[in-house]
């Protein structure tokens, strides 16, 4: 059963970071693409983030440029999103999910993915 879990969300005072993990069960994790997504109450889902089945193309929202940073592991079928620089704006539900293609065009639109995490909460205040 495919499966993906996020992890590493939690409570954190602005200009901090977090490290957000999404562990890939049930299939090889080299073969999709892969994208961060958040959503906050009352908001729409938003793409933060997202990176082609090798790792070598990613792509990120204005919002976060040059404060986060996807990366991925395919030997240990995990994705990781490092969040510096956090601002109280980057509160959300953060969402990993994944798609069987080598690379997606328009990769931060989320309904090119089939599978998703359950999500994990992010909270930045003082």
């Known amino acids: 059963q495919l499966q993906l879990v996020e992890s590493g969300g939690g409570l954190v005072q602005p200009g901090g970071s977090l490290r957000l993990s999404c562990a890939a069960s049930?299939?090889?994790?080299?073969?999709?693409?892969i994208g961060w997504f958040r959503q906050a109450p009352g908001k729409e889902r938003e793409g933060v983030s997202c990176a082609s089945s090798n790792g070598r193309s990613t792509n990120y929202a204005d919002s976060v440029k040059g404060r986060f940073t996807i990366s991925r592991d395919n030997a240990k079928k995990t994705v990781y999103l490092q969040m510096n620089s956090l601002k109280p704006e980057d509160t959300a539900v953060y969402y990993c999910a994944a798609d069987p293609r080598y690379t997606i065009s328009y990769c931060r639109r989320s309904d090119e993915y089939h599978y998703w995490g359950q999500g994990t909460q992010v909270t930045v205040s003082s």
């Open positions: 049930g299939f090889a994790l080299d073969y999709y693409a």
